[in-house]
């Protein structure tokens, strides 16, 4: 018997939001800079202008990024991480390296993964 049975899962409530389709991509381009509609747009091709609303909607609605005017004439809105959505960076590190680790497309001599793995814990450690 599994005595954490009695509780909620952490990993099933971080997946319910985070885990679906887009979302964890979408922070990660918050993260990177990116904040217009079409900037995601042009990150992800094979993102439908649907989907991406849809998705923004989401992470708005659970505190993950915030919405804002960006522009009055035309108006134009922008999507920034919040606190929450900021603190998502730790898993963005944590899944980029497991990538570098053990994804066959990352195959590279030792020196290259390191130099890779630092500038990732670097570039995932700004505030």
Same mark, same amino acid.
């Given at each position: ?40 747009? =042009?990150?992800?091709? @094979?993102?439908?202008?649907?989907? /991406? +609303? %849809?998705? !923004?909607?989401? #992470? $708005? ?21 919040? =606190?929450?959505?900021? @603190?998502?960076?730790?898993?963005? /590190? +944590? %899944?980029? !390296?497991?990538? #570098? $680790? ?26």
């Amino acid at each position: 018997m599994n005595p954490l049975s009695d509780f909620p899962c952490p990993i099933e409530k971080a997946q319910e939001i985070l885990g679906k389709k887009w979302s964890i991509l979408l922070i990660r381009d918050m993260y990177a800079g990116k904040a217009k509609f079409t900037d995601f747009l =042009k990150e992800n091709p @094979s993102l439908s202008t649907r989907m /991406l +609303a %849809l998705r !923004l909607r989401e #992470l $708005e609605e659970n505190g993950f990024v915030d919405k804002r005017i960006v522009s009055t004439t035309p108006v134009r809105a922008g999507y920034f991480l919040t =606190k929450k959505g900021l @603190s998502v960076r730790k898993i963005l /590190l +944590a %899944l980029s !390296l497991f990538s #570098l $680790e053990f994804h066959p497309d990352f195959e590279m001599n030792k020196r290259q993964h390191i130099s890779v793995e630092n500038s990732l814990i670097s570039y995932f450690s700004k505030d």
